[in-house]
């Protein structure tokens, strides 16, 4: 089983819509999550942390879920320049990071 | 503020040759990381300097993998001899502690034929 489970997709969506991507993990000792965003052929960057109380930037909302073992990002108002692969990251220990394999979002005009 | 710097942005070797892969961290991180994505799967950790130490090198595929931190600046990775599954992206990070603060570099490309 993988430590960190998404949904590859695609998603594809049109420009104005709501999108949710979820992501669940294995691993009940992690303590930090991060959402990263990959553009094609890029580096992946961070986006944002993700909190239990939940956290929102701009358009952005992330949510934990630790009992569950789950994370969530939604996307409101989505635009052309939200096409990416979005990344589950979870911290794995003496500051390593564990990835997801990433769930990819097409926005359409 | 420069960011991370790796060289080359791609190379391609056949197989059972050497390849020397370079980061540049940002100045005054302690902190240096190499992750690798191979096609189709997900980005995985390889190892962790802290300065010139190892920190934690428990994803290291092989021995055939050699990763050098000189003088706790710049590092270099080393896959001697390349074998075609060796094929993938190399992303080096650096930060000065922590999760937060990761900054990557664009990555290095390498195709193994």
């Known amino acids: 089983r993988k430590e960190v489970e998404q949904d590859p997709g695609p998603f594809n969506v049109p420009e104005g819509a709501t999108v949710a991507f979820n992501c669940t993990y294995s691993n009940s000792a992690s303590q930090s999550f991060f959402w990263y965003r990959q553009d094609c052929r890029k580096e992946p960057k961070l986006l944002m942390s993700v909190y239990s109380s939940g956290n929102e930037d701009g358009r952005f909302t992330a949510q934990l879920n630790r009992a569950s073992q789950y994370i969530s990002l939604l996307i409101r108002d989505s635009k052309l320049s939200d096409s990416a692969t979005y990344l589950c990251v979870l911290s794995g220990g003496y500051n390593k990071l564990i990835f997801g394999a990433g769930t990819r979002l097409a926005v359409h005009p | 503020e420069a960011g991370v710097t790796q060289f080359p942005s791609h190379s391609v070797i056949e197989k059972g040759q050497t390849v020397t892969l370079r980061c540049d961290p940002i100045s005054g991180h302690d902190n240096l990381y190499w992750y690798r994505r191979v096609m189709g799967k997900e980005i995985k950790f390889l190892l962790h300097?802290?300065?010139?130490?190892?920190?934690?090198e428990s994803g290291m595929p092989n021995n055939r993998f050699l990763a050098e931190r000189t003088g706790g600046t710049y590092s270099t990775l080393k896959v001697q001899p390349a074998e075609l599954e060796d094929s993938g992206v190399y992303f080096c990070?650096?930060?000065?502690?922590?999760?937060?603060?990761?900054?990557f570099g664009s990555g290095t490309r390498l195709t193994v034929v």
């Open positions: 300097f802290v300065k010139e130490s190892k920190q934690d």
């Open positions: 990070a650096s930060s000065q502690g922590g999760y937060y603060g990761y900054t």
